[in-house]
């Protein structure tokens, strides 16, 4: 991690041995800047569960909301409540018992506050910051270290993966600690699928990254059944058994970290993350460096929840469900969606589709699948997606991912299936003007702007923004996407990033009203 510091530092050490009582919310070291902190040390507890009891939280320059916030055991990288396990890293190390060490450095240059709460229970909690003083220079560097936790129990399974972070830019991402404790037996852990990240979805330069299998992301292989842990310096899996849960089969409780020493990941305007998920007990710890202090999107549970780790999977049932404890990104929109469409011979690019003209909610659609297909696996019919139909989506950051709205449930990694899709929304405009829309995509997008011929965008190989500029009329303006699924350089990835601006550099916002006129 390359950052501005000044070239003298004089070597500082704030050491603390206290009690940290049950309901006690205190701080342990203030520091003076300008200054970075180049190590912390932590040790409490050797009991399970314990450091789930306990949350650490970073402030800098006396802002008000937290910097870093999550369970100490977890922002160490020690999940799912275990006091320990070998983890050896370039930034973070767990050692037996429960030596807790983390060496992002982390400038600031007014000040620093390492605060801990406690619940449940008291810790004699023991803390070493070794930090660097710069005496004779300012700090230049403008990016902050942060930091934060989040859980879903049970998480969604064939559909919206796991959030990890969601944050505004500018900055860099750092790495996650990804921990999955195995509650739905249907398939694989790993099957869930591995990292999404979308980032910029509303700048100059968007971005799609799409793994695939969960342990693949880890940098390992064959991992979603058996693996023996390891640690190494970037990327590892460092727990992995096999509990007794009472049924016939034992259920996997995992760990893996990932982190983007060599291979970085910028962010300008916004960065969002997830983690393809089956319907599992989850968590996560993500570290990235940014300008602007982070914006809340997870809410910490109270206590109990935080330390509840039942073995039983019916136990989780509506313990920690998506969305109960998640704060929503800023707004960039909203569509309606139509789909899934068999897309064979490439026919439905195409043709016109009835759902391009017609008005959400009007009804659905047969999607025209093959036998073979998967829409028409069982629990696809199930589900209803053997047929088009209409979804209203809020855009996340600027990105629609029809992966998240049309998945078909069957087993195997990751799945998708060939297809069409189609996005609808309207723009509304204060006069007639000349905007300029810009949309990243990869395989064949066609556009329709109002009672406009269809535009056909061509086929991107890869994951590519393009610009267009488009004649609105003054007052609602229809805009319809069809974008295909092929199983490409991202496999099977089916995502858009959309932004629209007037001329003045005014943002028009997509919104999934139905349109005054088809």
């Not at 605060?115 to 229970?121: K, M, S």
Request: aromatic share 12%.
């Amino acid at each position: 991690m390359n950052l501005d510091l000044p070239e003298f530092a004089v070597s500082d050490r704030v050491s603390v041995v206290r009690t940290l009582e049950a309901g006690m919310r205190d701080t342990w070291a203030e520091l003076e800047g300008p200054g970075c902190i180049r190590h912390i040390w932590v040790t409490m507890t050797r009991e399970d569960v314990a450091n789930r009891l306990a949350v650490i939280r970073i402030y800098f320059e006396d802002h008000h909301d937290p910097f870093v916030e999550a369970p100490v055991g977890d922002f160490f990288g020690a999940m799912h409540g275990r006091k320990s396990y070998p983890f050896n890293t370039r930034w973070l190390s767990l050692q037996d018992q429960s030596g807790y060490n983390c060496y992002f450095p982390m400038p600031f240059a007014q000040s620093a506050r390492i605060e801990f709460e406690g619940g449940g229970q008291s810790h004699r909690v023991y803390l070493m910051v070794d930090w660097h003083r710069y005496p004779e220079d300012a700090l230049a560097e403008p990016r902050r270290f942060c930091a934060r936790w989040r859980r879903e129990a049970p998480a969604q399974a064939h559909g919206e993966d796991f959030v990890m972070v969601d944050a505004d830019g500018p900055g860099r991402l750092m790495g996650f600690v990804y921990g999955v404790r195995l509650l739905d037996d249907t398939d694989r852990w790993s099957h869930g699928g591995a990292l999404n990240g979308y980032i910029d979805g509303r700048g100059e330069y968007p971005a799609y990254l799409r793994g695939i299998g969960g342990e693949d992301e880890f940098g390992t292989s064959y991992g979603g059944a058996l693996h023996e842990p390891e640690t190494h310096l970037h990327t590892g899996m460092p727990y992995y058994v096999h509990e007794d849960v009472g049924e016939a089969r034992p259920a996997q409780r995992v760990v893996g970290y990932r982190f983007f020493n060599e291979d970085t990941i910028d962010f300008r305007e916004s960065l969002h993350l997830r983690f393809g998920s089956m319907a599992n007990d989850i968590c996560a710890t993500t570290y990235w460096y940014a300008e602007a202090p982070p914006r809340q999107f997870f809410h910490l549970p109270s206590w109990d929840l935080l330390a509840a780790l039942p073995r039983n999977p019916a136990d989780h049932e509506g313990l920690l469900p998506r969305g109960s404890h998640d704060i929503a990104p800023p707004n960039s929109g909203s569509w309606w969606l139509c789909g899934p469409f068999a897309n064979a011979q490439g026919r439905a690019m195409d043709a016109t589709l009835p759902a391009e003209t017609a008005r959400p909610g009007d009804g659905d659609f047969d999607g025209g699948h093959a036998p073979e297909s998967f829409w028409l696996a069982e629990a696809s019919v199930a589900a209803g997606l053997d047929r088009a139909r209409w979804v209203r989506r809020d855009a996340t950051r600027g990105f629609i991912d029809f992966n998240h709205v049309f998945r078909p449930r069957v087993r195997g990694v990751a799945q998708t299936d060939l297809g069409v899709a189609v996005a609808r929304c309207t723009l509304d405009a204060p006069r007639a003007m000349r905007a300029r829309m810009q949309i990243a995509w990869d395989d064949k997008l066609v556009l329709r702007v109002n009672k406009g011929e269809p535009l056909r965008a061509g086929r991107h190989s890869a994951f590519r923004a393009q610009a267009f500029p488009v004649d609105l009329r003054a007052g609602e303006n229809t805009v319809v996407l069809k974008l295909s699924n092929e199983m490409g350089a991202n496999r099977g990835g089916w995502a858009f990033a959309f932004s629209a601006r007037a001329e003045d550099g005014t943002e028009l916002l997509p919104k999934a009203d139905p349109p005054a006129s088809a």
